[in-house]
């Protein structure tokens, strides 16, 4: 499986024109949230596919064609929409973005996606789960180390060692498949790392 790249602007958006098709690309993801109505009004959302422009939202109230709405959504955030798009469950929305906003929208859809790619099952909480998975751990000198995926969460993960390779060090920035982490934790043959955001820094 390769990674997703949602920045690139060469795929179909949710919402889309003549002008805009397959300008962003539309992933089917499941994000639970809620939305403001023009009333100001909350109700509860779940997505059913998205793109840095837009999304397909399942929903008990839909709201009207043309209606602006706040968008809430699990470990996403904050986007401001249109409704463009309306069905008997859900309606679509276009969201309403400048260009910067819009590719942090895809930097953070591309680690909500990609940050499966370590082999090991997708979790939503930030409470660690025992995996056993396998992973390759890239050290910042090429090097490559194997290792067992002990625990995980949506913050971080913590590997072990076969023995045979020395855990990285403490503040060591290091790759677990298409994620980057910095080393929070070193033993003898067991380190936990924190994930970062993708527009976060190595130093």
């Not at 955030?77 to 409704?83: I, S």
């Not at 790619?117 to 000198?141: H, M, N, S, W, Y």
């Not at 002990?150 to 023995?163: H, K, M, P, R, W």
């Amino acid at each position: 499986m390769s990674a997703i790249d949602l920045s690139v602007p060469q795929f179909r958006p949710v919402i889309e024109t003549e002008q805009d098709r397959r300008k962003y690309q539309r992933v089917d993801l499941e994000l639970e949230g809620c939305f403001l109505d023009e009333a100001s009004e909350d109700h509860q959302l779940v997505t059913e596919n998205l793109s840095c422009s837009g999304a397909y939202l399942r929903a008990a109230t839909v709201p009207e064609a043309g209606a602006n709405v706040i968008c809430y959504f699990d470990d996403l955030g904050r986007v401001a929409g249109t409704v463009v798009r309306t069905s008997k469950d859900g309606f679509a929305v276009e969201f309403n973005v400048v260009p910067h906003k819009r590719k942090k929208l895809a930097d953070r859809l591309s680690w909500l996606i990609n940050k499966g790619l370590i082999e090991v099952p997708e979790q939503r909480a930030a409470a660690r789960f025992p995996t056993g998975g396998p992973a390759f751990i890239g050290r910042k000198d090429g090097l490559q180390i194997p290792c067992t995926v002990v625990d995980i969460s949506l913050t971080g993960a913590s590997f072990e060692t076969n023995g045979q390779f020395q855990p990285p060090p403490i503040g060591e920035v290091v790759t677990a498949g298409n994620l980057r982490g910095r080393v929070v934790r070193s033993g003898e043959n067991e380190f936990a790392v924190n994930f970062l955001r993708p527009d976060e820094d190595d130093v």
